[in-house]
């Protein structure tokens, strides 16, 4: 222990005595000084730039001191600091640069296609934000609709350019054929994913686009939770699937203890699993399943959609239930299949 009482006494090593001189002060406005070392810097300016608070903090400063040629460095000149939001007058390039650097975490490549469709360098952001707001990136309706209004990739589109979960994923196809855009808001890239995950007359929009969301890589969903040691057993980027790692994290955290396993159907998300009943607090349980009415449904029942409400909709909501209630469930859901089993 040491103390000192003179300017920066105190910038030396404790443990060794030498003193610290790989660091770089850097003004940072309003008077104040502050000091970076270089050590892990990549990791701050790109941390900085899917921070809620927004670019512009001291350490990204420090940092781009010894980053001075990296995009995201640039891009601070263009940030309104009291804000964090860029400034609409810099040029766009500046974003799609950033965006589509290869230190970017990886669910900023969509961001990049996204943002470079309306953007030409030399335009400035406000442009370009200006030619997204207009529809600038997808024509609705598209061409094709032009030539056959009828057609299921027409009639499958609301006014806002979502398609109809439950139509056939072939308008999916059509609608990437005429315009790679579309594929935006599945998060496909490529004509392959989209053709692996869809079977024309098998398949529809919404069990495509989950078979999509699983498809992409790991590091797009855990890529600020890398460093928790379950997730980066499970995860690795460019290698690993959502899928893949998600199935990995259930294994990890409830196994496989010989329990009975039920099929829990979530029909809002449309999402499915298989779960071992006996994490639930060890409780004897039964799997079941029953239809329900949507068109009866609560707003807080949690079972339907906002359209499934509206539409009326019937769902088969398949779940478990510790066996002390079951005699409950098949007195109050007497009017809606219920059954019941107990094979995995």
Not at 30 to 52: F, Q
Not at 174 to 200: F, H, I, M
Not at 267 to 293: H, K, L, Q, R
Not at 294 to 307: L, P
Request: aromatic share 8%.
């Amino acid at each position: 222990f040491m103390s000192c009482e003179t300017d920066n006494c105190n910038q030396a090593d404790a443990c060794i005595g030498a003193p610290l001189t790989d660091f770089e002060t850097v003004h940072a406005g309003d008077g104040m000084s502050i000091t970076a070392s270089p050590d892990n810097c990549m990791d701050v300016i790109m941390g900085g730039l899917v921070d809620s608070d927004g670019p512009g903090s001291d350490e990204d400063f420090a940092c781009c001191a010894f980053n001075q040629d990296h995009p995201y460095c640039a891009l601070l000149e263009c940030v309104d600091l009291a804000t964090g939001d860029p400034k609409n007058n810099c040029d766009c390039s500046v974003l799609t640069d950033v965006y589509s650097h290869p230190s970017a975490p990886a669910e900023m490549a969509l961001f990049a296609t996204l943002f470079g469709v309306c953007c030409t360098p030399g335009e400035t952001i406000e442009d370009t934000v200006a030619c997204m707001e207009d529809g600038g990136l997808m024509a609705n309706p598209p061409a094709l609709c032009t030539e056959n209004p009828d057609s299921p990739a027409c009639t499958c589109l609301d006014e806002d350019s979502y398609l109809d979960q439950s139509c056939d994923c072939g308008v999916m196809q059509d609608l990437y054929a005429e315009d790679p855009l579309w594929g935006l808001q599945w998060g496909v890239t490529d004509a392959a994913a989209l053709e692996s995950c869809c079977v024309r007359g098998q398949t529809t929009v919404e069990m495509a686009s989950i078979c999509l969301y699983e498809s992409m890589d790991c590091g797009s969903l855990f890529d600020d939770q890398l460093d928790e040691s379950d997730i980066e057993a499970c995860c690795t980027p460019g290698e690993t699937t959502i899928g893949e790692a998600s199935e990995c994290l259930y294994s990890e955290q409830f196994g496989d203890d010989g329990s009975l396993k039920c099929w829990v159907h979530d029909a809002a998300s449309g999402m499915g699993y298989s779960v071992p009943t006996g994490f639930d607090n060890g409780e004897d349980s039964v799997c079941i399943s029953f239809c329900w009415d949507c068109g009866t449904s609560s707003a807080d029942d949690g079972f339907c959609t906002e359209d499934q409400v509206t539409d009326g909709a019937k769902i088969s909501v398949n779940s478990y239930s510790p066996r002390q209630y079951l005699g409950s469930y098949e007195d109050a859901l007497a009017n809606y299949e219920f059954m019941s089993c107990e094979t995995d």
